[in-house]
């Protein structure tokens, strides 16, 4: 694809009025809303202050590079801009940026779109380049640079390809024993895989020419793998550098000097990378212990409870299709129980699927967190594991009550970490093994191993546990109901999706699961709606504090309140994190709290205010919500800072 179809000329900005970060993103944003490249405002800003907080795009030397791929995009597009005096963008060497890329992918787009984005990415290595567009005066000059760069890259590219095949038919041919020129392999990787991920192959690439070092670059971008590295490639290698943000292929770099640090590392950080794998002084990897050798690299660890969390996420965001998908279902036969009788098809229909999706949850979460610990030889140990938290008389004890949700957590991790234990005691068995490990030896000694921990120690213990909270839930005073509705309300809005948020829900789930009251889910529904609906009503009635930008996206919060989305509200905290998450919490805690003291019901675990003909008392439930957004919208409205006329 022509970089001419990218870098629309309608897009550009050639003198950026942004004097901050969030200024720079709405201008660039509100452009690409009047030239129809996007058609949702706030959902493509959503994901690009996403893709910001897992860190910044400002990737040193004046570059800012934000980007999103979504469904709000309608054509890929580059929006070139540029700023005079500079923006604090927070970018990784601390210095201002004066150049932005603002990327734009469709949630689908082909391979063309992905190339063509990947070759802009990596021409931006060229300082040359960035030089003289630091210097552009007009769109036709800044096009015209660009389309220079791209000639003289794909030159490049040819000779690099027929170099890189001349390297690839030497590494088969050498003799280990033999002396060999430097050989390095790498793989970058980031979130998105539209940008970074390519600007740290140009890096790593142009650097090690610099060095008279050979490397090969594998990329896991929007495209896929790119470059894959061979299992001859690696065993050659000197050493081996991941710079990468998100999940790579591990195991077969096993006994190699491996530096892993993340993407920005590698656009930046190049020369570093490539001496410490040269020269054999990052750690050794060890595949079967999953992790670095014992060589302390503190920069390379994540703290336990960033493991924890992160394994957590992975099994609730596994399980909430089934969460959304069986309890619409189970809506659906409320409503028709209430028309056609509790005998009826239709009604035991979609009652009995959503039931049955909803007898999943608890064995895909449990399946998803080991996966997460162990990878794949954990899932079978994992889901029987939270199979049997799920049911009452699988343990060495008989108990009317299961081990539950909490039961369920655990499972995860214990078969995660057997696997983990198992994959390190068995290391040293005869490599003619290898094959059968994965796919019997783990599993069956994973199962055997959290079966007897799950059925001798868990269950028993946590079916008392589980029989406890749900009896205290049953017979639980207005007062105490209050105060737990209360602090659930609040829990939704103190990170609005992140782990408080998730927590609360996932709770309120549980007890619905195990009681099939949907009185706490009235309440984590009342709390989470609100943050949204009370950033439209700030936007409404106090609108000389908001720009013109902030008040179209306050109207939008509407319908993401009404929805029960309260991420409507992240745009929003992430600017004003102060006045935006206190008014909320405190709007969602008297919501909460309101529900309880008011007995309402709502059996369905998801839904907002669509669901309200499902509540045992609807306008009572209406009325919370409002209460609720009227507080926290008056608190924000009232407590916000008039905006600075710049």
Same mark, same amino acid.
């Given at each position: ?30 452009? &690409?809303?009047? /030239? ?27 570059? $800012? ?12 597009? /580059? %929006? ?17 940026? &004066? ?5 734009? $992918? ?15 990415? @990596? ?18 000059? #800044? ?96 050493? !081996? ?21 993340? !993407? ?13 794998? !040269? ?18 690299? @503190? ?40 028309? #056609? ?22 064995? #895909? ?12 030889? +954990?899932?079978?140990?994992?889901? /029987? ?58 599993? /069956? ?17 946590? +079916? ?93 919060? &509407?319908? %993401? ?26 709007? @969602? ?21 669509? !669901? ?13 919500? +409002? ?20």
């Amino acid at each position: 694809m022509d970089l001419k179809q990218l870098l629309l000329k309608d897009a550009m900005i050639m003198d950026l009025k942004a004097t901050t970060k969030e200024d720079a993103i709405d201008e660039m944003v509100d452009k &690409y809303l009047q /030239v129809g490249v996007i058609d949702d405002k706030d959902l493509y800003k959503a994901d690009i202050l996403k893709r910001e907080a897992q860190t910044s795009t400002g990737i040193g030397d004046g570059i $800012a590079m934000p980007h999103a791929r979504d469904k709000a995009v309608k054509r890929a597009t /580059v %929006l070139f801009a540029k700023s005079a005096k500079g923006i604090d963008y927070q970018s990784l060497d601390g210095q201002p940026a &004066y150049l932005f890329f603002m990327i734009a $992918a469709p949630d689908g787009a082909d391979n063309l779109h992905l190339q063509a984005l990947a070759a802009l990415s @990596s021409l931006l290595i060229n300082p040359e380049l960035v030089k003289n567009l630091k210097a552009a005066k007009t769109v036709d000059e #800044v096009q015209s640079l660009f389309d220079n760069a791209m000639q003289a890259k794909e030159a490049k590219d040819k000779a690099d390809e027929a170099k890189q095949k001349a390297q690839e038919a030497a590494v088969e041919n050498a003799d280990d024993s033999s002396e060999h020129k430097p050989y390095v392999v790498a793989v970058t990787a980031c979130p998105t895989g539209i940008a970074h991920t390519y600007m740290a192959e140009a890096a790593l690439k142009e650097q090690a020419e610099k060095m008279g070092i050979d490397i090969k670059v594998e990329t896991n971008g929007s495209e896929g793998v790119k470059h894959k590295l061979t299992a001859s490639e690696i065993r050659r290698a000197d050493g !081996v550098i991941i710079a990468a943000d998100k999940k790579v292929d591990m195991p077969r770099f096993d006994g190699k000097h491996l530096v892993n640090r993340p !993407v920005s590392d590698g656009i930046n950080k190049a020369e570093e990378l490539i001496n410490l794998a !040269v020269e054999e002084k990052a750690p050794i990897f060890h595949a079967e212990g999953g992790a670095v050798s014992d060589e302390d690299d @503190s920069a390379e660890k994540k703290s336990l409870w960033s493991r924890i969390y992160a394994d957590l996420m992975n099994g609730i965001s596994n399980m909430l299709p089934f969460v959304v998908g069986g309890g619409i279902l189970m809506a659906i036969s409320f409503l028709l129980e209430s028309s #056609v009788g509790a005998n009826s098809q239709w009604f035991l229909f979609f009652n009995n699927v959503g039931n049955y999706a909803f007898s999943f949850l608890i064995p #895909v979460l449990a399946a998803y967190i080991a996966v997460s610990i162990g990878d794949r030889p +954990a899932l079978l140990p994992g889901f /029987v594991g939270g199979y049997m938290a799920s049911q009452a008389t699988a343990s060495v004890v008989s108990s009317k009550s299961p081990a539950g949700f909490i039961g369920g957590l655990l499972a995860g991790f214990i078969a995660g970490w057997v696997i983990v234990l198992l994959k390190k005691w068995l290391k040293n068995l005869p490599h003619t093994l290898d094959g059968l490990k994965t796919i019997l030896i783990y599993p /069956v000694l994973g199962l055997l191993l959290t079966g007897a921990i799950m059925y001798f120690g868990i269950d028993p213990i946590f +079916a008392v546990v589980n029989a406890a909270i749900t009896h205290f839930l049953e017979s639980m005073g207005t007062g105490n109901a209050v105060i737990l509705g209360t602090l659930l309300g609040g829990m939704m809005s103190i990170d609005m999706g992140g782990p408080f948020n998730k927590a609360a829900y996932t709770f309120a789930i549980g007890t619905f699961t195990a009681t099939h009251d949907g009185a706490l889910m009235a309440a984590v529904m009342v709390g989470g709606m609100i943050p949204p609906l009370a950033i439209a009503i700030a936007t409404t009635f106090w609108k000389d504090k908001f720009t013109e930008q902030e008040r179209q996206a306050g109207l939008s919060n &509407y319908i %993401l309140g009404l929805s029960f989305i309260t991420e409507g509200a992240i745009p929003f905290a992430a600017g004003d994190p102060l006045h935006v998450i206190v008014s909320s919490v405190i709007g @969602s805690a008297i919501g909460g709290g309101l529900t309880q003291f008011w007995g309402i019901n709502v059996p369905a675990p998801h839904g907002g205010i669509f !669901v309200t003909p499902l509540a045992n008392k609807p306008m009572l439930y209406l009325l919370a919500v +409002a209460i609720g957004a009227v507080i926290s919208g008056v608190i924000y409205g009232v407590w916000k800072p008039a905006k600075k006329n710049n």
